[in-house]
């Protein structure tokens, strides 16, 4: 099987960990190489960034410079992590991406799509990924997912999912926008139901693509 780069997407609380996670077990137990990555995070350095953006209490960061350190840590991880692995013939499965700059601080945040793409050809060195998922899910039952877990593990990665409603809706329609501009790489997949039930259809949308490519 050809190197294969795979992101999931979504709403805070949308479950896209849980399917990034269950893919790439997938994969393994059918013999295939795969690197799991995660953004922000994804490497030493990122995990550290990861802290900066994450943490409640930097209440201050303004937008433009949390755009920047979404892409710092991506851009280390593009270059430390993905490039490599693709080079080795891998498939990447990563938890988040571009996409999320683009629906979190190009819309939600209001900075626009054409900046994010800006930074975006700097920090990602033209990679995009082959094939996105995006797990779709309503606004409120995501939010109230990702606060739940928030109030569990002591809220230190809480400072996004803190935000408005509003904020989340506008990164919900910023997704559904994506999958209209590009329906061939963004594929919504409708995130209610089971783990089992949603990871069948992600199973089903990248079996196709695979399909589609070996012919
Ligand atoms: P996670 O909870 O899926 O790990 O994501 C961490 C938070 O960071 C989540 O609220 C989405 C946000 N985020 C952005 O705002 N922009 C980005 O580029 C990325 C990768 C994540």
Not at 75 to 84: D, F, G, H, M
Not at 109 to 130: E, F, K, N, S
């Amino acid at each position: 099987m050809p190197a294969l780069f795979i992101t999931f997407e979504g709403p805070d609380g949308s479950g896209k960990s849980t399917q990034a996670r269950l893919l790439a077990e997938r994969f393994r137990r059918e013999g295939h190489p795969v690197l799991e990555t995660v953004e922000p995070g994804g490497t030493p350095i990122g995990q550290q960034i990861r802290r900066i953006l994450l943490d409640p209490a930097n209440q201050e960061l303004r937008a433009v410079p949390e755009l920047l350190l979404m892409f710092a840590a991506r851009a280390q991880n593009v270059e430390q992590s993905i490039l490599p692995a693709l080079a080795e013939g891998k498939i990447v499965v990563s938890d988040r991406f571009t996409d999320s700059s683009i629906a979190y601080q190009g819309a939600a945040r209001g900075l626009g799509w054409d900046t994010v793409l800006q930074v975006d050809r700097i920090a990602c060195q033209g990679l995009v990924p082959d094939l996105t998922l995006c797990i779709d899910i309503d606004t409120e039952t995501g939010l109230s997912r990702a606060r739940s877990r928030n109030r569990d593990s002591g809220s230190h990665e809480a400072r996004i999912d803190q935000q408005a409603v509003e904020f989340h809706h506008k990164v919900r329609d910023a997704y559904h926008e994506l999958a209209r501009s590009e329906p061939g790489r963004v594929r919504l997949i409708d995130g209610s139901g089971s783990e089992e039930e949603i990871a069948a259809k992600v199973w089903d949308v990248v079996r196709i693509e695979l399909e589609s490519r070996h012919n």
